[in-house]
């Protein structure tokens, strides 16, 4: 059964930084995309970025495009997201998902979550 864990959130004041990270067990990740999304309090659960499975190709929200992003390293089954330049309203649960691909929409496995919280 593939489990995904979250690591690396915390709280960090506007401007800062934060590298998340997800490992997964049980499971090669090497032939699935994987992605990051986020869940606000009050708010549905967003995409913010992912990656395929090669690390060929990457894909992100609007809104953080040139501040977040995203990796991973097979060998170590391991995926990465780095925030830059964080604000406030980044403030959220962040949760790592597999997927059969990249779009929003392809990713069916979750992990647990990890509360990021930027304060101004």
């Known amino acids: 059964q593939v489990r995904l864990v979250e690591s690396g959130g915390g709280l960090v004041q506007a401007g800062g930084s934060l590298r998340l990270s997800c490992t997964v067990s049980g499971h090669v990740i090497s032939s699935y995309a994987m992605g990051w999304f986020r869940q606000a309090p009050g708010k549905e659960r967003e995409f913010v970025a992912s990656i395929s499975w090669n690390g060929g190709s990457t894909y992100y929200a609007d809104f953080v495009k040139g501040r977040f992003t995203i990796s991973r390293d097979n060998a170590i089954h391991t995926t990465y997201l780095q925030m830059n330049s964080l604000k406030p309203e980044d403030t959220a649960v962040y949760y790592c998902?597999?997927?059969?691909?990249?779009?929003?929409?392809?990713?069916?496995?979750w992990g647990q979550g990890t509360q990021v919280t930027v304060f101004s």
């Open positions: 998902a597999r997927g059969v691909a990249t779009m929003p929409q392809d990713f069916a496995s």
